[in-house]
């Protein structure tokens, strides 16, 4: 491997992580607070009971159900917060998410880097203008990714199988001031859309995917990672210019380690140089700045919370 790395998204001023432990994450969304089930914060809390207690919504999940409950009334609609250069849209949904996955501040970053150092050469435009750099985001979710490209100048196509989700990045491309940005929003099983691309020869110069362990397309198609990932792989390097920009792939429910997405960038390594950088996707927690623990009267570390995998590739 060139890099590993732990990428670590800090507290900012709308998002948050004041507290985990015990199988659970207390973070702060805007002005509101939600506690929700994390297994990864395997340690114990740092915040008083009374300080998780006052959490506005906080998610149940037992052997009957699962499902948010809330201490005071929150917008029906969601509420917007800003967050990595962008405003996002947070509304808890039935399955615990928020609407963002606040540790993927640091990839929207080097994504638009890279987008940028494409389009200049020692601080002299190039040939290649940021707005003919063109982005593939699959299993796109609510549009953190897509929009972050977009941003910096590129075109992007972002599919999800989830027509909800994409009504959602819809939304939050409205609220970021980026509803008229080159996005071509496509509700589609990913496997599907990629083979009709290869069939169109269509093209593109860089790729981002987070396809989850198990999942269903909008007809219903089945997905499997252990099962579809790597014909989806294969596929994706036959949509690759010659002269390709990124690649990235995140994980976080499937189980596996960032080594075994480094293998499957290996082969653009060795067709184009660059580099592969790996590693974990990390959220700081703010408890421990300035509290008082409950070791005595020393205080906390600011810890980190695991949140998932990485491997990414680039020129």
């Not at 389009?119 to 203008?129: C, F, M, N």
């Not at 609510?142 to 989830?162: E, N, P, W, Y």
Request: proline share 6%.
């Amino acid at each position: 491997m060139d890099t590993s790395r732990i990428l670590i998204t800090h507290p900012g001023p709308d998002y948050e992580l004041l507290d985990s432990g015990e199988g659970e994450k207390l973070e702060r969304y805007g002005s509101f607070t939600l506690s929700r089930p994390d297994p990864q914060a395997l340690w114990l809390k740092q915040l008083p009971a009374s300080a998780w207690d006052k959490a506005d919504g906080y998610f149940i999940r037992g052997s009957d159900r699962a499902e948010w409950s809330f201490r005071r009334e929150l917008p029906a609609d969601g509420w917007p917060i800003s967050f990595g250069g962008l405003t996002m849209l947070i509304k808890p949904t039935a399955f615990k998410h928020t609407g963002i996955f606040p540790e993927q501040a640091a990839n929207w970053e080097w994504m638009q880097k890279r987008i940028g150092e494409r389009s200049t050469k020692d601080g002299v435009r190039s040939t290649k203008d940021s707005a003919d750099i063109e982005v593939l985001n699959l299993f796109g979710y609510t549009g953190g990714a897509t929009l972050a490209c977009a941003q910096a100048g590129a075109k992007v196509v972002h599919i999800d199988g989830s027509k909800s989700a994409v009504a959602w990045a819809r939304d939050n491309a409205e609220l970021s001031g980026l509803a008229d940005k080159p996005i071509r929003w496509i509700v589609e099983d990913a496997r599907i859309f990629v083979e009709r691309e290869i069939r169109r020869g269509r093209m593109y110069d860089a790729i981002i995917m987070d396809p989850p362990a198990f999942g269903h397309g909008p007809s219903n198609e089945l997905w499997k990672i252990e099962e579809h990932f790597l014909p989806l792989i294969a596929d994706c390097m036959k949509l690759l210019k010659p002269d390709p920009l990124f690649f990235v792939i995140n994980g976080y429910s499937a189980g596996y380690s960032a080594i075994a997405y480094m293998n499957d960038l290996l082969p653009l390594k060795e067709k184009h140089g660059g580099e592969i950088e790996i590693g974990e996707l990390a959220i700081q927690e703010s408890a421990g700045k300035g509290v008082v623990g409950k070791a005595g009267d020393k205080k906390m570390p600011a810890r980190l919370l695991p949140a998932g995998i990485f491997a990414r590739w680039a020129r």
